[in-house]
């Protein structure tokens, strides 16, 4: 058998993701998960219910249209009018794809040539990298750095070149939790306004903010002809396993996007479609419920981490508390986390798994706290265990 590698070079060192490895060793020690972001509890009874109705009626149960089922893409439309004051046409402006994750993948196959640049700010949801290597594009990461995770906007500038062809933008960021302001996010648009550049904003938290507001890119001077906006129903709506997701921006960018997730999945998710119409329309009170509830409990897990010895740099927004470990006299995060469920009977990431460059990130860890409160509790009263008895089986 030919001496090649059998995985193309592009993915080479992707191995598996780091979610799959914790979720699975919090599976095989009986772990709470705190790793992968994902509720344990299901979403909404009457979105749920759309669904089983949609199945039943039949309706999405055969391919859907391509670009997604008019419904969906009015109810996205009316949503970033209702939210942002932006408006989209439903037919040419909105694309629904296989969750953000396709519509990242997708769009990214579909604007970059081979050895373009892409500015996307690190630690980056891994999946960027992954899909900037298939497009055999490559990353620039502008870090992020504790305490305060703040862009630095003139390293931004600085790492803008003639090959610059795109800046990938997170915000609410995951995993720092970090909320572009107004002002930052006016000088990445005048940037990109300057130099030509394309711009993909990643806002699957855009409803998950607790400081400050969401304001997306798009909504700036000159952003609507450059930006694709990528969200999802998953993280909104707790319904991280339907996998409906969602692009607008121009005709043209949507177009371009379309042509590559046609040859993706080609549609998905029919009768989900439907249901995440509905959710989509939700009133207001869900929305401000939701955040809520989420918001408490990142200050209930914030709080616990802290007295269990972690610095907490808490977090603006996202599912997510990103922590360092110093403190407890630690240093290497990936160590620290592939030992956590046999110390304490806790899961939680690595965020070096996030950064190119590991150093910046080698001793933090994060944490998800989109867990029911009692949850939480007992993780937290685990997480204190490592204390008095570090090292030893505090459980
Ligand atoms: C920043 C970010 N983008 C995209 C996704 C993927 O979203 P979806 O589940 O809709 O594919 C996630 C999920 O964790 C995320 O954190």
């Not at 989209?88 to 040539?113: F, H, K, Q, S």
């Not at 903010?209 to 002809?225: C, D, K, Y």
Request: one cysteine or more; a negative charge; charged letters at 20%.
């Amino acid at each position: 058998m030919s001496t090649r590698p059998l995985l193309n070079r592009r993915l080479e060192g992707m191995g598996t993701t780091i979610f799959a490895e914790m979720s699975a060793l919090a599976t095989a020690t009986g772990s709470i998960n705190l790793g992968q972001g994902f509720p344990d509890t299901d979403g909404p009874e009457e979105v749920r219910e759309a669904a089983v109705r949609a199945l039943r009626e039949g309706l999405g149960n055969q391919y859907p249209p391509g670009p997604g089922v008019p419904e969906l893409r009015a109810a996205i439309a009316e949503h970033q009018q209702r939210f942002y004051g932006l408006s989209y046409d439903p037919d040419t402006e909105v694309l629904v794809t296989a969750g953000a994750t396709e519509a990242i993948a997708a769009a990214l196959l579909a604007l970059l040539e081979p050895g373009d640049e892409v500015i996307a700010f690190e630690p980056f949801y891994d999946s960027y990298a992954a899909c900037i290597a298939m497009a055999g594009a490559v990353r620039v990461p502008l870090t992020l750095r504790a305490p305060a995770f703040r862009p630095d906007l003139d390293e931004l500038r600085s790492l803008i070149t003639p090959r610059t062809r795109l800046l990938l933008v997170n915000t609410p960021h995951n995993p720092t939790g970090t909320v572009l302001t107004p002002e930052e996010l006016a000088a990445v648009a005048e940037l990109a306004v300057e130099h030509d550049l394309l711009v993909i904003t990643d806002e699957v938290y855009e409803h998950l903010v607790f400081t400050g507001a969401h304001h997306p890119l798009a909504a700036l001077p000159g952003m609507r002809e450059r930006t694709v906006a990528i969200s999802s129903a998953g993280k909104t709506f707790s319904f991280t396993g339907w996998k409906v997701g969602w692009v607008t921006g121009t005709p043209a960018l949507v177009a371009a996007v379309r042509t590559a997730k046609q040859y993706l999945t080609y549609v998905s998710a029919g009768p989900f479609q439907y249901a995440v119409a509905e959710a989509l329309r939700l009133p207001d009170s869900y929305y401000a419920d939701f955040r809520a509830d989420l918001h408490r409990k990142r200050d209930l897990l914030a709080a616990g981490l802290a007295t269990a010895g972690f610095r907490v740099f808490e977090p603006q927004g996202t599912y997510f508390i990103t922590t360092d470990i110093t403190p407890l006299g630690e240093k290497d995060g990936t160590a620290f986390c592939r030992a956590l469920p046999e110390r304490c009977g806790v899961v939680a990431i690595p965020n070096a798994v996030f950064y190119d460059d590991t150093e910046a990130g080698l001793s933090q860890v994060r944490f998800a706290f989109c867990k029911r409160t009692e949850v939480l509790e007992e993780a937290v009263e685990r997480l204190h265990g490592l204390h008095g008895l570090r090292g030893l089986h505090a459980r």
